[in-house]
């Protein structure tokens, strides 16, 4: 079977599981480099069954030399190992030689997060009214950007102080509740900020309506930095400071867990991050 129409069917397979449009979207676009990488290497069309353990090393060795990081890589590994379950499924190879691509070993990094005063110069040198309140947003629920990005304004149910988020990270719905000052700033974004458009998107600005992550991103970043906040701020950064807040005001994890959308009690674990000034206090208690 030709690499290209194995792909196809790869990605049907991850649409009939109800893979989320974020994964299926990031799966094509690594088997999209594949296909080209091998495609090269092979000077034309590429068989699957002559796909080699050799071709997927060099393949990701070329990958470390254009200095993608270890946790990059091992995302690729993670792709090609599912790729690769799926052609065993259906008998269209013999065994998955993904599996002995060998991981990498990661730092374990101290995750970034902003405190309030810095979250509020942040917002003071964000001179877009729609990121504005996208940012207060995420650092008032935790929401992804992606879902940021997707969220329809049927999905903001003010009188009921909620956010119903459809299909997030893992195809996986889940509501957020919402606080009295966001409710108040949403409502004022509804009535006095958001364009006059037909769109469904919550957050729509008047030419597309709809906002990208880029441009949310770029918007966030060069706030940070008029601000003069040493820190690469992202919708990222914000998520993770919603997460942090809650730790700081003893929410348990469980329920921090599920406000996030974790599947897995360990994700949520890296946020409970410790400082210098905190394992300070800690050991004070001996004193």
Do not use: C, W
């Not at 974790?262 to 208690?285: E, I, P």
């Amino acid at each position: 079977m030709l690499l290209i129409k194995a792909i196809e069917g790869f990605e049907k397979n991850l649409k009939y599981k109800q893979s989320s449009k974020e994964t299926i979207k990031s799966y094509m676009r690594e088997m999209k480099y594949l296909n080209k990488y091998m495609s090269k290497q092979m000077n034309g069309m590429v068989y699957i069954d002559t796909i080699t353990l050799k071709h997927l090393e060099t393949y990701l060795e070329e990958k470390i030399n254009k200095g993608l990081k270890a946790t990059s890589i091992n995302q690729v590994i993670y792709i090609l190992r599912s790729f690769y379950n799926f052609l065993v499924k259906k008998d269209y190879v013999g065994k998955n030689i993904a599996v002995k691509l060998e991981i990498l070993k990661t730092a374990t990094k101290e995750r970034q997060y902003l405190t309030e005063d810095e979250f509020g110069k942040l917002l003071e040198n964000i001179n877009h009214s729609i990121v504005k309140v996208i940012a207060i947003t995420i650092f008032n629920t935790g929401l992804r950007i992606s879902e940021i990005i997707n969220l329809q304004l049927e999905d903001v149910v003010l009188q009921g102080q909620r956010v119903k988020v459809n299909q997030g990270k893992g195809n996986k719905d889940r509501t957020v509740p919402m606080n009295d000052t966001l409710k108040k700033i949403l409502e004022e974004y509804l009535e006095n900020t958001r364009p006059q458009v037909a769109s469904t998107n919550f957050f729509a600005t008047k030419r597309t309506g709809s906002i990208s992550r880029p441009y949310i991103n770029r918007r966030l970043k060069e706030a940070a930095k008029d601000a003069g906040i040493p820190k690469t701020v992202t919708a990222h950064i914000l998520r993770h400071s919603f997460a942090s807040y809650l730790l700081k005001k003893n929410v348990n994890l469980i329920e921090i867990q599920k406000l996030l959308g974790h599947n897995s009690l360990k994700t949520t674990a890296v946020y409970a991050h410790t400082n210098m000034d905190q394992l300070q206090k800690a050991v004070n208690v001996f004193n």
